[in-house]
């Protein structure tokens, strides 16, 4: 039996420990130790595909195993870091519950995902991971410019506005390098050059930034890629 078939599935099980380990810790009031275990799960989610790739061993059931670990790390965990954060503010106690919508529409996208072909090469929705990294800052804005993320009612806004994130039809580049060159690379290479910007100036506060700026470097690229669809059809 070939070992490095389950070198993948090893890693996709390693982010499902990230994110079951992180829930312990969001349980036990550890929200540094939560995103930490963010952090780590995107490193295994970004090694199991490119080890799957890399040794040629992709599966059916790697795609599903990625997407159940994804569930639990990218949508259950970061529900409950915001169900803590709007637990500690003076809102009443079940407006907390609404925290929740991020599982349930992580859930619908992961499995709108897995049925949707048109989805190789970008995205259509806010990916799980990157909706998780921007949950999980919010606790690092406190005494900064954007702590106003984390009043009451704009995290409340912010379970909303997410969630709708997740399954709308907004296309998202995803980083897969099309070529060596600056053509066909823009918003990738704008968007690297801003996160690195932001992280070096602003460390974990940045994140929120960088996820404004995908967001906003996309809807450029869809409204760029729809005015270059117009134009081949008048010609």
Same mark, same amino acid.
């Given at each position: 039996?070939?070992?490095?078939?389950?070198?993948?599935?090893?890693?996709?099980?390693?982010?499902? !420990?990230?994110?079951?380990?992180?829930?312990?810790?969001?349980?036990?009031?550890?929200?540094?130790?939560?995103?930490?275990?963010?952090?780590?799960?995107?490193?295994?989610?970004?090694?199991?595909?490119?080890?799957?790739? !890399?040794?040629?061993?992709?599966?059916?059931?790697?795609?599903?195993?990625?997407?159940?670990?994804?569930?639990?790390?990218?949508?259950?965990?970061?529900?409950?870091?915001?169900?803590?954060?709007?637990?500690?503010?003076?809102?009443?106690?079940?407006?907390?519950?609404?925290?929740?919508?991020?599982?349930?529409?992580?859930?619908?996208?992961?499995?709108?995902?897995?049925?949707?072909?048109?989805?190789?090469?970008?995205?259509?929705?806010?990916?799980?991971?990157?909706?998780?990294?921007?949950?999980?800052?919010?606790?690092?804005?406190?005494?900064?410019?954007?702590?106003?993320?984390?009043?009451?009612?704009?995290?409340?806004?912010?379970?909303?506005?997410?969630?709708?994130?997740?399954?709308?039809?907004?296309?998202?580049?995803?980083?897969?390098?099309?070529?060596?060159?600056?053509?066909?690379?823009?918003?990738?290479?704008?968007?690297?050059?801003?996160?690195?910007?932001?992280?070096?100036?602003?460390?974990?506060?940045?994140?929120?930034?960088?996820?404004?700026?995908?967001?906003?470097?996309?809807?450029?690229?869809?409204?760029?890629?729809?005015?270059?669809?117009?134009?081949?059809?008048?010609?």
């Amino acid at each position: 039996m070939s070992i490095k078939k389950h070198i993948p599935n090893f890693l996709t099980c390693c982010n499902l !420990l990230c994110g079951c380990i992180g829930i312990y810790y969001i349980q036990r009031g550890s929200f540094i130790g939560a995103a930490y275990l963010i952090y780590a799960a995107l490193i295994f989610d970004f090694l199991d595909g490119f080890v799957a790739r !890399l040794l040629h061993v992709s599966s059916p059931i790697g795609k599903e195993l990625d997407s159940l670990a994804d569930m639990v790390t990218f949508g259950v965990l970061p529900s409950f870091i915001l169900f803590k954060l709007i637990g500690e503010t003076e809102l009443p106690s079940y407006i907390a519950f609404f925290a929740f919508l991020i599982a349930i529409f992580s859930a619908l996208r992961l499995a709108k995902f897995n049925i949707d072909d048109r989805q190789q090469t970008d995205f259509i929705g806010l990916p799980t991971p990157a909706n998780a990294l921007f949950i999980s800052s919010l606790f690092f804005l406190k005494g900064t410019t954007l702590e106003v993320l984390t009043h009451a009612w704009v995290l409340v806004a912010i379970a909303f506005i997410f969630s709708f994130l997740l399954v709308s039809p907004l296309r998202m580049f995803s980083l897969k390098v099309k070529s060596g060159g600056w053509k066909g690379n823009e918003m990738r290479i704008i968007f690297l050059l801003i996160s690195i910007l932001c992280l070096i100036f602003f460390k974990q506060a940045g994140i929120p930034l960088i996820i404004f700026a995908y967001l906003l470097l996309s809807l450029i690229s869809q409204r760029n890629h729809r005015g270059n669809e117009a134009g081949s059809e008048t010609f």
